[in-house]
């Protein structure tokens, strides 16, 4: 299995919002940050992600793989509605970050760990 392209193609998934396909690319266990989500929750928590940001869409900036890890460091172009990360984002266009590390077990993402740069909205808020 190439995880590159395994993970290109997952992120593909998200941005055509392709809920029936996700498990193909996530385990049925997975978790995200330390917390077990399974699949279902994984789902929902990326569906309620693009309900809030409705022009959501996953850019690769750069990614690194070490089998069975891969690290992606994603891009975002959005206007969230309302509150974004307990900020007033209110539909504002705001460009960010987040760092992605992913664990893969049977060709399927079973571990994530992720961080949105908050500090970078924050300073275009002001």
């Known amino acids: 299995?190439?995880?590159?392209?395994?993970?290109?193609?997952?992120?593909?998934?998200?941005?055509?919002?392709?809920?029936?396909?996700?498990?193909g690319f996530v385990g049925d266990e997975v978790r995200h940050n330390g917390n077990l989500l399974g699949l279902s929750g994984y789902r929902r928590m990326l569906e309620a992600d693009f309900e809030?940001?409705?022009?959501?869409?996953?850019?690769?900036?750069?990614?690194?793989?070490?089998?069975?890890?891969?690290?992606?460091?994603?891009w975002f172009d959005v206007s969230p509605i309302g509150q974004f990360l307990g900020l007033p984002v209110n539909g504002s266009n705001v460009t960010f970050a987040e760092n992605g590390f992913y664990e893969f077990r049977e060709d399927r993402i079973h571990e994530v760990w992720s961080v949105i740069d908050k500090s970078a909205i924050e300073a275009q808020l002001n």
Not at 1 to 23: F, H, P, S, V
Not at 54 to 73: E, K, N, W, Y
Request: proline share 7%; net charge negative.
């Open 1 to 23: 299995m190439d995880i590159a392209e395994t993970y290109r193609a997952y992120i593909a998934c998200l941005n055509k919002q392709d809920w029936g396909n996700l498990g």
């Open 52 to 74: 809030q940001i409705p022009d959501l869409h996953f850019s690769i900036q750069m990614l690194v793989t070490d089998p069975p890890r891969i690290a992606a460091r994603l």
